[in-house]
């Protein structure tokens, strides 16, 4: 069959992680042969593949950011060439996208990146569970899957979840027990498939993209409760073992999210927003004292005493840094921004409501260099095509004009005032070339 030929080194190297897994289990006490040894190698190589995946995570967290980010522009976009539907219109629309997709350093497919990459391994899995009746009896095409040979594959096929075997579909299950697991499986697959969809689409989407008109929303909100129903009624087709494998990869999706949803939420979304409350709490119960400690030293402090005070604001400046890490408050600043202006910025989050998360943007604002070393650091701007021949056309323009002052300078007064004749005769002429035309005329 073309599609295990093709799907053959997957295959190996998913046998290859499940004996491992497995062979890690009977090392550390767990029964070797057929058993739940089995059940959790699958559970190892679903764990696995996920650790692997999880920079591909971070990038579809980005990804998803970036394209929620821009929902408001996008839309406008799309009230731009609503009514035109002319290839030149479609075509500067995709091209205004496409911008704004570089811009906010996103695309609409790369949130996709970590299924993709999934998708090998789910399949492979799927034809070495459909395999190993064949692989036992010696009827396979191949004598062994790698490290997966005859003896390994039978005890795979005697191993079961309870009741129901690793490479039983529902058509297929020996027994009700085993049909009533498996269908139990489909649904906590399907409402954890439904719950973590959820979870990215209603926690951690600001609220500029959960407009009801936006197509965008409109198409989650489809997806969301479609694509649990498909997946559900693809169950049915999927070996016990392959149902595991599903229901662990959304069990560790779902904790993978909650856990960047905690710590890393969308700007403007619910959870950033209860973020947003707790850690300005958390800093302001610390901070306020801190401050108001300092005005009270510093109060009794001689006015004079210029050198006790810097020491006091180096001290209380050391205290807050120490501290503010814990509410992921920077503590670096340019080497230009003085301990006053430091200590001004961490009173300003003491005592005002904060607009945003501190972040290194936040410690930028303070940056005090002077106007002369930013002139240094503007580059200028590229000019256009047209502008460079316009620029030369009016170097060329200036370079005949200043030959002529200097071929002029080189004249004898006798030699101008001859050439002045010539001119003033040359528009005589043409004056009544004209005149003489309009009464043609």
């Given at each position: 069959?073309?599609?295990?030929?093709?799907?053959?080194?997957?295959?190996?190297?998913?046998?290859?992680?499940?004996?491992?897994?497995?062979?890690?289990?009977?090392?550390?006490?767990?029964?070797?042969?057929?058993?739940?040894?089995?059940?959790?190698?699958?559970?190892?190589?679903?764990?696995?593949?996920?650790?692997?995946?999880?920079?591909?995570?971070?990038?579809?967290?980005?990804?998803?950011?970036?394209?929620?980010?821009?929902?408001?522009?996008?839309?406008?976009?799309?009230?731009?060439?609503?009514?035109?539907?002319?290839?030149?219109s479609r075509q500067k629309m995709s091209e205004e996208m496409m911008a704004?997709?570089?811009?906010?350093?996103?695309?609409?497919?790369?949130?996709?990146?970590?299924?993709?990459?999934?998708?090998?391994?789910?399949?492979?899995?799927?034809?070495?569970?459909?395999?190993?009746?064949?692989?036992?009896?010696?009827?396979?095409?191949?004598?062994?899957?790698?490290?997966?040979?005859?003896?390994?594959?039978?005890?795979?096929?005697?191993?079961?979840?309870?009741?129901?075997?690793?490479?039983?579909?529902?058509?297929?299950?020996?027994?009700?027990?085993?049909?009533?697991?498996?269908?139990?499986?489909?649904?906590?697959?399907?409402?954890?498939?439904?719950?973590?969809?959820?979870?990215?689409?209603?926690?951690?989407?600001?609220?500029?993209?959960?407009?009801?008109?936006?197509?965008?929303?409109?198409?989650?909100?489809?997806?969301?409760?479609?694509?649990?129903?498909?997946?559900?009624?693809?169950?049915?087709?999927?070996?016990?073992?392959?149902?595991?494998?599903?229901?662990?990869?959304?069990?560790?999706?779902?904790?993978?999210?909650?856990?960047?949803?905690?710590?890393?939420?969308?700007?403007?979304?619910?959870?950033?927003?209860?973020?947003?409350?707790?850690?300005?709490?958390?800093?302001?119960?610390?901070?306020?004292?801190?401050?108001?400690?300092?005005?009270?030293?510093?109060?009794?402090?001689?006015?004079?005493?210029?050198?006790?005070?810097?020491?006091?604001?180096?001290?209380?400046?050391?205290?807050?840094?120490?501290?503010?890490?814990?509410?992921?408050?920077?503590?670096?600043?340019?080497?230009?921004?003085?301990?006053?202006?430091?200590?001004?910025?961490?009173?300003?989050?003491?005592?005002?409501?904060?607009?945003?998360?501190?972040?290194?943007?936040?410690?930028?604002?303070?940056?005090?260099?002077?106007?002369?070393?930013?002139?240094?650091?503007?580059?200028?701007?590229?000019?256009?095509?047209?502008?460079?021949?316009?620029?030369?056309?009016?170097?060329?323009?200036?370079?005949?004009?200043?030959?002529?002052?200097?071929?002029?300078?080189?004249?004898?007064?006798?030699?101008?005032?001859?050439?002045?004749?010539?001119?003033?005769?040359?528009?005589?002429?043409?004056?009544?070339?004209?005149?003489?035309?309009?009464?043609?005329?």
């Open positions: 069959m073309w599609f295990d030929k093709m799907l053959y080194p997957f295959k190996v190297a998913t046998a290859w992680v499940m004996v491992r897994v497995h062979d890690v289990l009977v090392f550390l006490g767990m029964d070797d042969g057929s058993g739940p040894a089995w059940v959790l190698s699958i559970i190892g190589l679903t764990i696995i593949v996920r650790i692997f995946l999880i920079p591909l995570f971070f990038k579809q967290i980005k990804a998803s950011r970036g394209m929620q980010a821009l929902q408001p522009e996008m839309k406008k976009i799309q009230d731009k060439y609503k009514n035109k539907k002319d290839p030149a704004l997709y570089k811009e906010h350093g996103t695309t609409p497919y790369a949130s996709c990146l970590p299924i993709l990459f999934q998708m090998p391994v789910f399949f492979a899995l799927f034809r070495v569970l459909a395999s190993t009746s064949q692989i036992a009896e010696g009827t396979y095409m191949y004598s062994s899957l790698g490290p997966l040979t005859a003896s390994k594959a039978a005890e795979i096929e005697g191993s079961s979840l309870l009741g129901a075997p690793l490479s039983a579909v529902f058509g297929t299950a020996p027994t009700t027990q085993s049909k009533v697991v498996i269908v139990v499986l489909i649904v906590i697959m399907v409402l954890t498939q439904f719950f973590t969809m959820r979870q990215l689409t209603m926690k951690n989407m600001p609220a500029s993209a959960k407009d009801p008109s936006n197509p965008m929303m409109r198409s989650q909100q489809m997806m969301m409760y479609t694509m649990p129903l498909m997946i559900g009624v693809s169950g049915f087709f999927f070996q016990t073992g392959v149902l595991v494998y599903w229901f662990t990869t959304n069990l560790w999706t779902m904790g993978q999210q909650f856990w960047t949803i905690e710590r890393m939420p969308t700007p403007g979304s619910e959870s950033y927003t209860k973020l947003l409350g707790k850690r300005r709490e958390a800093y302001i119960s610390w901070a306020r004292p801190v401050f108001e400690e300092y005005d009270s030293k510093a109060h009794d402090l001689d006015k004079d005493d210029s050198e006790a005070r810097h020491a006091l604001q180096e001290e209380t400046l050391k205290t807050i840094k120490s501290r503010a890490p814990k509410q992921k408050v920077p503590v670096k600043w340019p080497a230009d921004v003085t301990v006053e202006q430091q200590l001004s910025a961490y009173r300003e989050l003491a005592y005002n409501e904060w607009d945003g998360l501190p972040d290194e943007r936040w410690t930028k604002r303070f940056n005090v260099r002077s106007t002369a070393e930013k002139q240094e650091r503007v580059q200028p701007r590229r000019l256009t095509k047209r502008e460079r021949q316009e620029q030369a056309r009016r170097e060329k323009r200036r370079q005949e004009l200043e030959q002529k002052r200097n071929q002029a300078a080189q004249l004898s007064p006798e030699e101008l005032e001859k050439r002045r004749q010539e001119r003033r005769a040359k528009r005589r002429q043409a004056a009544k070339n004209k005149k003489k035309k309009k009464s043609d005329q």
